[in-house]
């Protein structure tokens, strides 16, 4: 830190040592976790990157007590090239990490296992930590996970979410494997001295010592693709192509922001309230929010599950016709969808409809998102899009179509 307060960030001085980019990945603690993964993978299409049975890859002296559970693989889901976006857990495996893992009791209705954000370098993984339990968050562990690759840093919000900072995910390539598991040797279990050597050195050295990189975790997909999305033949109508917002209940509201904007460093961008009771909505990036704070008092009355304070995880489509064959698709399979949304829940964002998963989780689809420019300011809201059709059959272009993060490699 400089004699002015500020910290050097790749040359530019800012009030934290680390800048949140993104959203990152997300892990979900499930009930009915068989159910969950038919939900995500075959209907929302996420890939399996890797699968961990605990009895087997956990820690050596847990493995007899995993054996007795039944839901006690760890699944890793991608929708992109990270290595994995989304995580699901099990709840006993979940209960049983907090207990050993963050020395603490299950947090009730948190089923948020982790809310990952991803940071610039290395560096800003390590000082981060540093700052954030200098400021009196509650920092459980900083290191490096594998499988995955990612330094880390995890950190609990007031209400007892675990938040995590990283750097550096694992890219899956063209041929869909993951590292081979003799590469996992790389893991921390403690912050890191720097340097550190770079994947490139990493993988050289893997090649020297006869590890077969084509050893690695591939998931074989065989069904059918009878849907043509946009000149592809894939088995779904349509395709994620990027993760977030995450809406969040809180209780204390103002404690909760002064975490998530003090500490993290979110910037507000605006404030909506529904009968009297005012969310608040956060960027990290230009997107109009990357989080969203909502009042606990919201939950009954958006009729959203009452086991979780996990208000809605964001999943944005490919086209705005991606978004309404999506609806469609998974009506048509079973899913609740709502699609009558108060137009306040998601600010910044066009057409949106809520699809629940097999625990109750709400996952906000969407397909455009308004991107925040150099003044700061979101666009004035106007009651513009009420007075038209729902759901035409085509929209009218707007600034913000097709521009914010861009997915990178094909659909399919």
Known sequence: ????????????????????????????????????????????????????????????????????IKDRKVYMLRHNTDHHTLVLVG????????????????????????????VGSLAEVVEGAKYLEKRGSRVSNVGRD???????????????????IYYGIEQVGWDGRGKPSAMYDGGFTKAPPLPQPSEWAEVEEAIKNGVDLASGHRETDTRPTPYVVDGISMARPFKVTRIGPVGL??????KVLDYYAGAMGFTETERRAIDGQEMVFLRANTEHHSLALVPMGLRKKLGLS??????????????????????????ENGVRVV??????????????????????????LYWSMEQVGW?????????????????????????DAYRGEVFLGPYA
């Not at 594998?146 to 995590?164: A, I, K, L, Q």
């Not at 700061?376 to 600034?399: A, C, I, S």
Request: charged share 30%; proline share 8%.
């Open 1 to 68: 830190m400089g004699t002015d307060g500020k910290y050097d960030v790749g040359g530019v001085l800012m009030d934290r040592p680390f800048k949140i980019r993104r959203l990152g990945h997300f892990g979900l603690t499930m009930e009915r976790l068989d159910e969950a993964v038919r939900f995500y993978v075959d209907l929302l299409g996420f890939r399996i990157s890797e699968e961990e049975d605990l009895a087997v890859a956990g820690p050596r002296m847990a493995r007899p007590v995993m054996r007795a």
């Open 91 to 118: 709840k006993r495996v979940n209960d049983l990490g907090e207990i050993a893992l963050r020395k603490r009791r299950p947090p009730k209705h948190v089923t948020t296992n982790q809310i990952t954000w991803q």
């Open 146 to 164: 594998m499988p995955g690759s990612n330094w880390h840093c995890y950190v609990s919000d007031p209400e007892y979410r675990t938040n995590e």
């Open 249 to 254: 209940f809180v209780e204390d509201m103002p």
């Open 306 to 331: 009452e086991h979780s304070t996990l208000a809605w995880f964001g999943l944005q489509m490919g086209s705005y016709r991606q978004l309404r064959d999506a609806v469609a698709y998974l009506r």
């Open 339 to 364: 699609d009558d949304l108060d137009p306040h829940t998601h600010p910044g964002i066009d057409r949106a409809a809520w699809a629940f998963d097999p625990d109750g989780h709400c996952m906000l």
């Open 375 to 399: 003044d700061g300011k979101p666009r004035p809201y106007t009651e513009t899009t009420l007075d038209q059709p729902r759901w035409p059959d085509t929209v009218e272009e707007t600034p």
